[in-house]
């Protein structure tokens, strides 16, 4: 099945280096250049706030799945092309879930990290067999891979799960991912 709609996983703050939000906007105007669909957690602000921001200004569908409860704390952006309010954290991973063809995880910090975990454990149970390309730009991603080799090489991570999850390191090379998964 063709690759239409893509959830992006990535970080509600902007880092301390100017070359994420970059990367960010890359990937957003590159989602909509190649006709990709963006879901993402709903955010202004942060590499969320770029990677739709870039979407939209390049004429691309962005939808922004957001909880009720965090709307005093993180404002929704603005003139996307849906945005809906959920009651929780779980469902609006589930709708983010639902709605993807493929997940896309850039630089981001704990609730990232939770988001790319759950969905690969889900395709390890196997909830759904949906590519999930993990953007290493800039080495960011290098000492968790190392880790999550060492849990292959320890026997705790099965080497067919592990192989699922995609590792680009520009982003190029992951929309080439997403679009040939």
């Given at each position: 099945m063709?690759?239409?709609?893509?959830?992006v996983?990535?970080?509600?703050?902007?880092?301390?280096?100017?070359?994420?939000?970059?990367?960010?906007?890359?990937?957003?105007?590159?989602l909509a250049a190649?006709?990709?669909a963006?879901?993402?957690?709903g955010?202004?602000?942060g590499l969320?706030?770029a990677?739709a921001?870039?979407?939209m200004?390049s004429?691309?569908?962005a939808?922004g799945?957001?909880?009720?409860?965090?709307?005093?704390?993180?404002?929704?952006?603005?003139?996307?092309?849906e945005?809906?309010v959920?009651?929780?954290?779980h469902?609006r991973k589930?709708?983010?879930a639902?709605r993807a063809?493929?997940f896309?995880?850039?630089?981001g910090?704990?609730?990232?990290y939770?988001e790319?975990f759950e969905?690969w454990t889900?395709?390890?149970?196997?909830?759904?067999d949906?590519?999930?390309?993990?953007?290493?730009?800039?080495?960011?991603y290098?000492p968790?891979?190392?880790?999550l080799?060492q849990?292959?090489d320890?026997?705790?991570?099965?080497?067919?799960?592990?192989?699922?999850l995609?590792?680009?390191?520009?982003?190029?090379?992951?929309i080439d991912f997403?679009?040939?998964?």
């Open positions: 063709p690759v239409k709609t893509v959830t996983f990535c970080g509600s703050r902007s880092g301390k280096n100017a070359q994420w939000v970059s990367v960010a906007s890359a990937c957003g105007r590159s190649h006709g990709l963006l879901v993402y957690g955010g202004c602000n969320m706030g990677v921001r870039a979407a200004e004429k691309g569908q939808t799945v957001i909880p009720e409860s965090l709307l005093a704390i993180e404002p929704a952006m603005q003139g996307l092309t945005l809906l959920v009651d929780s954290m469902t589930s709708i983010m639902e063809d493929a896309l995880v850039l630089p910090g704990i609730g990232t939770e790319f969905m889900w395709n390890q149970i196997g909830l759904h949906k590519p999930i390309v993990l953007l290493n730009a800039f080495d960011f290098t968790l891979l190392q880790f080799r849990s292959v320890h026997g705790f991570l099965n080497p067919k799960h592990h192989d699922h995609k590792v680009a390191t520009t982003v190029d090379q992951a997403l679009l040939h998964a």
